[in-house]
């Protein structure tokens, strides 16, 4: 019988002794900030292949509800001392914007372990210099030196642009510091995203990109970020800890080693098949049994809001006190059979509730392909754990 259909698992109506199954199975793991790369091999054949989206939205809700709390507290108790600052961090603290991968990993780990009798784990635990990463001829006693050592802000930007604005090209005017992606496009204060501009140009940019203000050639003096790089730096060993608690036999594997793998085996470059050349136990062949691939994105458990809010923190409309409606979750994946109307025919996909009982099926897009159905029509597929499904096809080279 089916036993769970994400990932798609079957169940015996029988029992069978364990010990008759001689096959050893080894979970790998292509560990990503974003991304991380997930298959189950038993010796040179590929049974499992699988991709998990780690959540990206946990920092941006966390600094929207301190703005809320803070513009409350001001509101309401006006006179009351802050207190922010008085808890105790236990030992081997993380942030829950990266907590949150570390416990990905942990959860599925679990879930494939009850599915199958994995045996062993192959880990890539890649370490990444991002100074190497930004000066390639970097050495020696500058990796303790920064990009401003011996200079100011200013008057390092100052040097580096001529001493005029990057726009129009003014010289012997007061120059501003400004931001060639702003701040409020998701632009830092590095240096490398600074740069000088006169008043006049300031004003005419706002909050556009110099992309978009028409200088592509000062975007491009932009790095690109290493958020995902750091985020990959601090919690590979937690992990790799979190790995080891399983009491399995844990690989670790380089990136370098994974890269070599996959183009001695000629694999397209995706999570998945990253996964599959993780270690030193991947073998010359590699045999796909299957060419199924599970996209699995973390989605957390909802939030303790009750209300809608406007870009400026004030509730437009309240939401109900329950999670379930008749029956229903939103976030279950469901089978609707529509027998008349516009979306007559029948619908798999991820259901939004309504109190009213008119619920809305979305594809594995997040777009809404079915509106208004009646709860009636609907059947539950899987129960919402955290998570949102879809299927594809791997393809092979």
């Not at 790998?28 to 989206?53: C, F, M, N, P």
């Not at 105790?88 to 907590?99: M, Y």
């Not at 036999?249 to 470059?269: Q, S, Y």
């Not at 270690?279 to 303790?304: C, D, M, P, Q, W």
């Amino acid at each position: 019988a089916i036993y769970r259909r994400f990932p798609f698992t079957i169940i015996l109506k029988k029992s069978v002794d364990e010990s008759e199954i001689k096959a050893t199975y080894r979970l790998k793991i292509d560990y990503g900030s974003r991304h991380t790369g997930l298959a189950i091999l038993r010796g040179q054949e590929v049974v499992w292949l699988g991709q998990l989206d780690h959540r990206t939205d946990i920092k941006e809700r966390m600094d929207k509800r301190r703005v809320f709390r803070r513009a409350r507290r001001n509101r309401k108790t006006r006179y009351r001392k802050p207190r922010f600052l008085n808890r105790r961090r236990k030992d081997g603290w993380l942030p829950p914007s990266l907590e949150s991968r570390v416990q990905n990993i942990q959860t599925w780990v679990e879930r494939l372990r009850k599915i199958c009798p994995i045996e062993h784990i192959s880990y890539e635990n890649a370490k990444f210099d991002t100074q190497l990463m930004r000066n390639p001829e970097i050495n020696g006693v500058e990796y303790q030196q920064g990009t401003l050592q011996g200079y100011e802000v200013r008057e390092y930007l100052l040097e580096k642009f001529g001493r005029k604005c990057c726009y129009c090209g003014k010289e012997n005017v007061p120059l501003e510091v400004e931001h060639i992606i702003p701040k409020s496009r998701g632009g830092t204060d590095r240096v490398d995203n600074l740069c000088l501009a006169c008043h006049d140009c300031n004003q005419r940019k706002g909050s556009k990109t110099a992309e978009e203000f028409g200088y592509p050639h000062i975007q491009k003096q932009v790095k690109e970020t290493l958020k995902d790089t750091s985020a990959i730096n601090s919690t590979r060993w937690k992990a790799y800890e979190v790995l080891k608690q399983t009491g399995l036999d844990v690989e670790c594997g380089t990136g370098a080693r994974t890269k070599m793998n996959r183009i001695r085996l000629d694999l397209p470059k995706t999570h998945y098949f990253d996964a599959c050349c993780v270690g030193e136990s991947t073998t010359n062949h590699l045999y796909f049994k299957t060419k199924e691939v599970l996209f699995i994105k973390a989605k957390g458990r909802g939030s303790r809001s009750r209300t809608n809010l406007d870009r400026y923190g004030f509730p437009r409309g309240y939401l109900a006190r329950q999670k379930f409606f008749f029956g229903f979750q939103t976030g279950d994946m469901v089978k609707a059979v529509v027998p008349r109307g516009k979306y007559q025919g029948v619908w798999f996909g991820e259901v939004a509730c309504r109190k009213t009982g008119s619920f809305d099926i979305k594809g594995k897009d997040g777009k809404r392909i079915a509106q208004g159905i009646n709860y009636r029509y609907v059947q539950v597929i899987q129960r919402f754990d955290g998570y949102a499904y879809g299927k594809g096809v791997a393809e092979l080279a």
